[in-house]
């Protein structure tokens, strides 16, 4: 079945879901069949990609709740031949509060993603920027977690939070939930600031930190205003050339361990 | 009694708690006493004023939660005179769980300002990346909402849905809240992808944008590690400026209307 992975962190605009796309696009290239999966009632996964998400019936809401609906009736194919995504929408909001109530309330995205595992080389989970109960739904489905940090104080204070959370989750929900990598992004190399912030997430994580970084250009924003990936919207940046790099490097370590 | 204004955008990263804390430091060299609400469990607010959330006994939490606890214990003078916080740590997290089966769960931030209203000229409250209880609570609470926006698509397209929820805010548990206005954050002038995000907002809201622009400049990620706003930590930067021109305009709009 499929590798599981969800991006998670708490500080909001880090590039959680840029990376989602960016690296989702570039392990299609790869040859890879890939699963982007939106727990984020924001829908951003829809709106980088092109697709209108407040404007589907079926979303990864109605998979949540379990009210029939198919997850072929969710799924939507994208511009990227390989690439498909399970698009989210404001409704989203409304399971956090109703899954409260419900038993096995942290392995609802488990249940839904159980057959589609064996559909896609790889299911990529965009969580919303809070800890609350999609995030963790996003954490129990995951084989992995990979952390997106802006090498900016208030994200890096908030990383001992995000260990406690994987720490939790891992001993009450999934004992398999691997963090398997933090990515810096944004990086504006040119200030000390940035360089002095990415050499202290160095010290405190190590190899965990992945070497490829990316940094902070112009074309990310640029991206989703055309609703695709850098990685087809402006192929030869050096943005679209850093996440190309990143998945090279992720499928690097998985050989290896 | 004080002016209570809620900074709101469920976009993340856009610069909710840089503004608050510049704001608020901008307002006090203006002769206000002014207290800082934290409504967000990572705790950014104390954390970009040197105090350390963590550590705090009592917070914003157990006055959510009536546990007994005073507003006297749970506030915190910081190095600035006039300028208090009602610190949040990540105790906060489990209100949101909990007040969702408590009665009139959406006033529980403005039964806990209701006598602090009388000790300050104005009460800011930095909002969490999201529509759920607690920002609801800070919109309930609030007679007003500013709107920081970082002039990218994701939260230019996030616009209306945050529209969508003061609307039903203001139907339902708040019929004076006012929009009072929206503050375009992190603008990169030598883009033309800024410029025209800036474009598509002047022709949605009008006279709702604010003629004050806050642009991009790395002193906004430093005076965090320093613990301070950039009002003192660099003090005659453009970064300061922006953000005392933006306190005079609203100040100046007060009198206006
Ligand atoms: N390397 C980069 N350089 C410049 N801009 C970037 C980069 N990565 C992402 N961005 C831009 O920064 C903004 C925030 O990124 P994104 O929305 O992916 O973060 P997020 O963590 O998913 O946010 P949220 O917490 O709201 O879900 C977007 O406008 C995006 O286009
Ligand atoms: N005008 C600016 N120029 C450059 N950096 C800025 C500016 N305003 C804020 N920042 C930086 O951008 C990052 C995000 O800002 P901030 O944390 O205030 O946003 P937020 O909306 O409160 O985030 P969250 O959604 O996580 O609560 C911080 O590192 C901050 O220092
Ligand atoms: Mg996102
Ligand atoms: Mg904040």
Redesign the interface.
């Known amino acids: 079945p499929a590798s599981t992975v969800a991006f998670a962190n708490?500080?909001?605009?880090?590039g959680k879901?840029t990376t989602v796309i960016s690296l989702g696009a570039a392990l299609v290239e790869l040859g890879e069949r890939v699963l982007l999966v939106d727990m984020d009632?924001?829908g951003?996964l829809g709106?980088?990609l092109g697709i209108e998400p407040h404007s589907r019936e079926v979303t990864v809401y109605n998979l949540l709740m379990q009210d029939g609906s198919t997850f072929e009736e969710a799924v939507v194919g994208t511009a990227i031949e390989g690439l498909d995504l399970l698009p989210a929408n404001?409704d989203l909001?409304a399971a956090?509060?109703l899954l409260?109530q419900e038993t096995a309330r942290e392995q609802a995205l488990q249940r839904v993603l159980r057959e589609a595992r064996y559909r896609y080389d790889r299911i990529l989970v965009d969580c919303?920027?809070?800890?609350?109960l999609l995030t963790i739904n996003g954490l129990t489905a995951a084989d992995g977690v990979i952390v997106p940090l802006?090498c900016?104080?208030?994200a890096l204070?908030?990383m001992s939070?995000l260990m406690q959370t994987l720490e939790r989750v891992r001993a009450r929900l999934n004992p398999d939930l691997e963090l398997q990598g933090i990515v810096a992004t944004m990086v504006?190399t040119r200030?000390l600031?940035a360089r002095e912030v990415l050499e202290r997430v160095r010290e405190a994580f190590g190899d965990l930190l992945y070497t490829t970084t990316i940094n902070r250009t112009?074309r990310f924003?640029?991206a989703?205003?055309a609703g695709e990936p850098i990685l087809t919207y402006s192929s030869e940046s050096r943005g679209a050339g850093a996440y190309r790099e990143l998945a090279r490097e992720i499928r690097g370590r998985e050989t290896v361990s």
Do not use: C, M, N, W
């Open positions: 708490q500080k909001g605009g880090v879901t009632p924001q951003s709106v980088g404001i909001a956090e509060l409260v919303p920027p809070s800890l609350g802006e900016e104080y208030f204070r908030g939070l504006d200030t600031h112009i924003a640029e989703p205003v």
